[in-house]
């Protein structure tokens, strides 16, 4: 039982490329997240997924998009990568959806944009 | 807007000494509080969460409590180890919007 487990663990691109990062869960759950994490700010939330099929903007979702594969997987993807995307990664998951449990993190992408 | 927020950015204990971990919260609509803890390059690792209904609940060697009249959130951490060392974050939740908001985090730094 992996948990969540996100690729790849590390990154670097170069202003103007493209990637996506990758999220998958083990545990059965509806719902799952992606953030980023800055210094001193906390996590944010890009985007979210309450349920296979549905996705949903959160907080900070300019220059992403998402896709909800199947239940299990949730993947990020950076059109035109730029230096301000430079930031941790978080993919989590949660059950049930609408809130009231607790979300299981990933150990994140570490992305660096050039 | 409402945010979570933290009173700390680091705490210094040590080793065998009880650590308390503060957060305020100005949304007097979220109803379900979590805290995680989250070592040096991984993900945050859940600790213990807590619903508006009750004012404390204990872990092992955690217990999180919660005072509605005055929107404050604290995680006490009895016989802090050197494995207790990491950055601490709470978030709170309204059920009806189903996202958590989190706060900055305070750093735990257990000396010997």
């Known amino acids: 039982n992996a948990g969540v487990t996100q690729t790849p663990k590390f990154q670097v691109l170069k202003t103007g490329q493209s990637m996506t990062l990758q999220c998958a869960q083990d545990?059965?759950?509806?719902?799952m997240y992606w953030y980023r994490q800055d210094p001193g700010m906390g996590l944010r939330l890009i985007y979210y997924s309450a349920s296979e099929g549905t996705t949903d903007k959160g907080e900070v979702p300019n220059g992403y998009n998402v896709s909800r594969l199947n239940k299990r997987e949730f993947s990020l993807r950076l059109e035109s990568a730029a230096p301000s995307q430079t930031s941790v990664y978080f993919c989590a998951s949660s059950e049930p959806p609408g809130g009231g449990s607790p979300l299981h993190f990933g150990n994140g992408t570490r992305l660096t944009v050039t | 807007g409402e945010s979570v927020g933290l009173h700390l950015p680091t705490l210094s204990v040590q080793e065998g000494d009880n650590s308390i971990i503060n957060c305020a919260y100005s949304n007097s609509a979220s109803d379900y509080f979590i805290w995680y803890k989250q070592e040096s390059g991984k993900g945050p690792q859940f600790i213990i969460d807590i619903r508006s209904n009750m004012d404390k609940r204990q872990g092992q060697r955690v217990t999180v409590l919660l005072n509605k009249t005055v929107k404050h959130l604290s995680l006490q951490i009895a016989a802090t180890q050197p494995g207790d060392s990491a950055v601490y974050f709470c978030?709170?939740?309204?059920?009806?919007?189903?996202?958590?908001?989190f706060g900055a985090g305070t750093q735990v730094v257990v000396t010997p």
């Open positions: 545990m059965n759950h509806n719902s």
């Open positions: 978030a709170e939740n309204m059920r009806s919007w189903g996202k958590l908001q």
